[in-house]
Structure formats: structure tokens, C-alpha cells
């Protein structure tokens, strides 16, 4: 069900039980959660440490992500993708169901 509210900027909103299903069908692959987190570090001029600190994972976490050895979780991938929106593509962030959506829709 999709319902309308009012916002203090008056956007329209959906339930987040309605929109949910399409967080999932928006995500990022993994290769592509790789490619961004690889750019990002780059772009933000970190070290692995600094950016595993950021992201709140040890550096061999970070490591391994990065060589894609492991997949980051997908709350881990929503906080590269944010910071990734925040840093290069704020226009990502314009409402809660870009954010929620990835920036997709």
C-alpha cells in the first residue's frame, strides 16, 4: 500500500514496508559495491586503514572486499553507497526513497 505524508519539506513519501521490496531489486551488484568502494578510497585520498575505520570494519575486511575475496554485507554496501552519494553524486540523496532505492528511482 503506498500512502502519502506530510514531510517538513513536503516531499511525498511511501511506506517503507511498500518500498522495500524494491531496495533489494535496486541494490547495486556486488562487483558494482567493489568498483565503488575501490574509487571512493581512491577519490577520498585514503589509505585502507583510514577507510576501513570510515566504514567501522577492520583493514583486512576491507582488503579482501576490495580484491573480491569477500562480499560486503548489504548494510555495509548501503553505507559505501552513501558515502560514495555524499562525496560524488549528492543528487542520490534527494529524498528518502532515492536513498532507500539507491538512487534509482
Excluded: Y
Excluded at 519539506?9 to 556486488?30: H, M, N, R, W, Y
Excluded at 583486512?60 to 560524488?88: C, T, V
Aim: glycine share 6%; with cysteine; hydrophobic share 35%.
Amino acid at each position: 500500500v503506498i500512502t502519502q505524508s506530510r514531510t517538513s519539506v513536503g516531499i511525498t513519501q511511501v511506506s517503507g514496508e511498500a518500498i522495500l521490496p524494491f531496495a533489494d531489486i535496486c541494490a547495486p551488484s556486488k562487483e558494482t559495491s567493489r568498483e565503488t568502494l575501490i574509487s571512493l578510497r581512491r577519490s577520498l585520498g585514503l589509505s585502507r586503514g583510514h577507510m576501513a575505520s570510515l566504514l567501522g570494519v577492520r583493514k583486512d575486511h576491507l582488503r579482501r572486499w576490495e580484491k573480491g575475496l569477500r562480499s560486503p554485507s548489504r548494510p555495509a554496501q548501503k553505507l559505501i553507497w552513501l558515502i560514495d552519494s555524499m562525496a560524488n553524486k549528492p543528487e542520490n540523496l534527494r529524498d528518502s526513497i532515492s536513498i532507500i532505492t539507491w538512487g534509482k528511482c
